[in-house]
Every structure is written in C-alpha cells, then in structure tokens.
Nanobody, 122 residues
Framework: QVTLKESGGGLVQAGDSLRLSCAAS????????VAWFRQPPGKEREFVAA???????DYADSVKGRFTISRDNAKNTVYLQMNSVKPEDTAVYYC????????????????WGQGTQVTVSS
C-alpha cells in the first residue's frame, strides 16, 4: 500500500518562498525514486524535480537554482523548497514515486498524491 499526501500550497506573490511537503506511507525499499511534478492551468503535467535513494537529484531547467528537493527520512517526508517564485510557477503540484531509477516522465510513475495548488500573483 502506497499513500502520498501533499501539503503547503497556497497563494503567494512573485519573489516569495514556499515549501511543499509530501508525507509518504510506503515501503521505502520497494520504491527507488520520488519526484515532484506540476500541472499548470490548461497544460500537461510536467516534471519539476526528483531524487533517488542512491542520491541522484534532477531538476527541470525552469526551476534549477530556485527549487530544492530534499527529504527527512525520520518523518518519511519529501519537501520542495520553492524560492523566488514566478507567476509561471502557478500549478497544481504533485508528488509521485516509482520503482525506476531517475525517472522524469509522468507515465513512469506508479503512485501519486492528490496534489496541492500553488498560485503566484505578479
């Protein structure tokens, strides 16, 4: 059984910071990579960031240098620290997990949370 629950979304202004959390109820050893995706209004879901349990970390070019993915093993929680947010970061943000290494395509992920809305005003 895998359950992922996102939190931390909200309405912020351009230039602000926001931290999203993804609380996971999973068998860590069955799954290799955890990621954040987002779906802007009227667009397809897109990759944001991911890390694997062998410490590979990947970011989309659009967020590199502004967003940081991290984890707290004791809390079984993954975070997405979002700094210097822009209006184009407005989207529903999802966390997801897969048994694959370094996956960056939504179709490669097996388990998803319900999403949390982030809205950035200009």
């Amino acid at each position: 059984q895998v359950t992922l629950k996102e939190s931390g979304g909200g309405l912020v202004q351009a230039g602000d910071s926001l931290r999203l959390s993804c609380a996971a109820s999973i068998d860590r050893f069955a799954l290799k990579t955890v990621a954040w995706f987002r779906q802007p209004p009227g667009k397809e879901r897109e990759f944001v960031a991911a890390f694997s349990w062998r410490d590979d970390i990947d970011y989309a070019d659009s967020v590199k240098g502004r967003f940081t993915i991290s984890r707290d093993n004791a809390k079984n929680t993954v975070y997405l620290q979002m700094n210097s947010v822009k209006p184009e970061d407005t989207a529903v943000y999802y966390c997801a997990t897969t048994a694959r290494w370094r996956a960056s395509v939504a179709a490669q992920y097996d388990y998803w949370g319900q999403g949390t809305q982030v809205t950035v005003s200009s």
